[in-house]
């Protein structure tokens, strides 16, 4: 007999929606209305003057490999940005594009975590952190997170948690799958708190942009040593274009590179060119709009949920997601899954991808379908918690 495949992929667990979403596409298949809240991407496509300039970067014969840190004109542009959403001076020579965020996390997490060493992390959050931990020999430190801490992970969780092994804290801003944002106060006393136990915090901005009613404050405002992982698939709309950026403390960048160069050798090229037209004012102006569609659909979905009985105690600031606690109609966060797929056709994801804490009875919904179609959704939504509630 073979070897067995590796601990390592044996440790990591695939995404438990992807088994309603294969179930979603049969009865799409079979001709039925399906109605998405499952994915965590825009429903737009990329904007025009991104596409536009991806298709002249191929016409321009830009299909080979780039520096391993990207484009420089790329890091002088997201630095630009920095100046003009945030008002920070961060040097390009900081900045290392990557193939998505995911390719941050991957550079971040191969550069600051020794075997068997822990990040704290925030139980519920996004999965894919404890597995590209677990792909290093490290480990995710779940601090199971409510309501009472806005979902996310305090001062005071890192002194209770830290232990001999931690090395490192990871926080989003907003978060998935709870949409929470942390203010300019609570990233200092995070920092602070990490730094004094000589940890790294590590920041995923990839939903800035994305935020309702205020902008998210960047942890590099109050600390120049983080390193802050964001992306071009989310506020962007690029998400198959896979662009992500790191942001990290000058002394790492050189160590980055050498990583960068042997995991990947650089992001695509053809994407980085595109992500050029994402800083003109035409293109932002198209992407404030997004913004303000997605502000709408939250200022619809989250009442007209809490009035089903839906419990979401903490009114999300950004992000695209609702996280719902569901112990009001009682039973299991998978079941309930599966009976709205089945009985009413309408797909959102259960609170086992995101967790253990409390993940039997919570759900998340992605508002990533126009608002006529959430109003459907709600609809069969109220239908369907009838059958359930029996
Ligand atoms: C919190 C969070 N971080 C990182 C990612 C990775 O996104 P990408 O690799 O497309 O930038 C996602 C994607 O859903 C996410 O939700």
Redesign the pocket.
Known sequence: MAQPYSARSRAIEPFHVMALLARANELQAAGHDVIHLEI??PDFTTAAPIVAAGQAALADGHTRYTAARGLPALREAIAGFYGQRYGLSIDPERILIT?????A?LLASSLLVDPGKHWLLADPG?P??RHFLRLVEGAAQLVPVGPEVNYQLTADLVERHWDQDSVGALV?SP??PTGTVLDREALASLSQAVHARHGHLVV?E??HGLTYGMDAPSVLEVDDEAFV?N????YFGM?GW?L?WLVAPPNAVADLEKLAQNLYISAPSMAQHAALACFQPETLAILEERRAEFARRRDYLLPALRELGFGIAVEPQG?FYLYADISAFGGDAFAFCRHFLETEHVAFTPGLDFGRHQAGHHVRFAYTQSLPRLEQAVQRIARGLKIWQG
């Open positions: 965590g991407e193939p998505g965020g995911s390719g996390l996004y894919c952190n989003a978060a998935n995923d990839i939903y992982l992306s071009f698939s989310k998400t896979r992500g992000a």
